[in-house]
């Protein structure tokens, strides 16, 4: 019994955060019908740091809106003779080792705000909120915790973040890049297994971005797992695995050469220094 119970425990400490099996979307139907994924195979451990690059329209978001739960995979295609196939085996992701096709909306959501952290390009605060009851709602939202812990929490989180001077202040008199921390601090609310961040400095400036991918690099170098899309090839090399999208599929998953396996699956992902907007 005792072999048996290290054998479970070692396979649960294995498992990956997140998982993508044949992973397909389309959106749209008939002649109008865009297939952005084809099959992507793709698994995420624990205390990853994953940047995702590719050109726009490669599928990037898609794939990140697909692992965090915001979106339902597509499960079959239409053959030449406007017959419906569905893919085989079935398209999937699975959160902490749970297939989410197998929850209704209900029960996906509170997996996604129980286990994943967004930070999205537009940090979406509640302008009329203070950053620290911005940072709140989430913790509030789950209801294992009462409002008093949920603002302690959240307080202890900005000023980790160096916004402990701001607790107070409405979200729409912080600057841009104090708004992006303090949706860092939000997607932290509730110890999530995962953050997942879509273009999170796409829309502050130079000064700014440097300061929220530091904040990235400390988050990751601490355990935390992120996987984030990104069009600045400074802010992915930061990252300790950059995977290469192209035309909805994986053409790289590249990994530091520290001792870790690299897995290459086309050519080599190419990061200039030159222009941060040279993979748009």
Do not use: C, W
Not at 8 to 22: C, D, G
Not at 78 to 107: A, C, H, K, Q, W
Not at 181 to 186: F, K, Y
Not at 247 to 255: K, P, Q, S, V, Y
């Amino acid at each position: 019994m005792a072999t048996r119970a290290r054998t479970t425990s070692t396979a649960a400490a294995t498992t990956p955060i997140l998982r993508a099996r044949n992973l397909h979307r389309i959106l749209g139907t008939g002649d109008a019908a865009s297939h952005i994924l084809h099959g992507v195979e793709l698994a995420i451990e624990p205390h990853s740091y994953v940047a995702i690059v590719g050109a726009s329209g490669s599928g990037k978001s898609t794939l990140l809106y697909l692992l965090g739960g915001l979106d339902r995979p597509s499960q079959g295609d239409y053959d030449p003779n406007d017959r419906y196939v569905p893919f085989d085996p079935p398209s999937r992701v699975f959160i902490d080792g749970r297939d989410t096709t197998e929850l209704d909306d209900v029960e996906l959501a509170l997996l996604r705000n129980a286990r994943i952290g967004f930070v999205f390009q537009f940090h979406y605060l509640l302008k009329e909120f203070t950053a620290q009851e911005n940072v709140a709602l989430p913790m509030l939202k789950r209801g294992h915790v009462s409002r008093s812990e949920a603002l302690d929490r959240a307080a202890h989180l900005l000023d980790r973040l160096q916004l402990g001077g701001k607790l107070k202040r409405r979200a729409n008199r912080l600057s841009g890049g104090e708004q992006q921390r303090v949706a860092i601090a939000r997607a932290l609310a509730n110890e999530p297994a995962v953050i997942l961040a879509d273009e999170p400095t796409g829309n502050l400036d130079k000064h700014n971005s440097e300061r929220v991918a530091e904040v990235f690099h400390e988050l990751a170098a601490a355990g935390q797992t992120i996987v984030m899309v990104t069009h600045d090839p400074a802010f992915a090399r930061r990252a300790r695995r950059i995977i290469t999208m192209e035309d909805g599929r994986i053409m790289a998953d590249d990994r530091p050469p520290d001792g870790a396996a690299s897995s290459q699956v086309g050519p080599q992902p190419n990061l200039p220094d030159a222009n941060p907007r040279a993979l748009s």
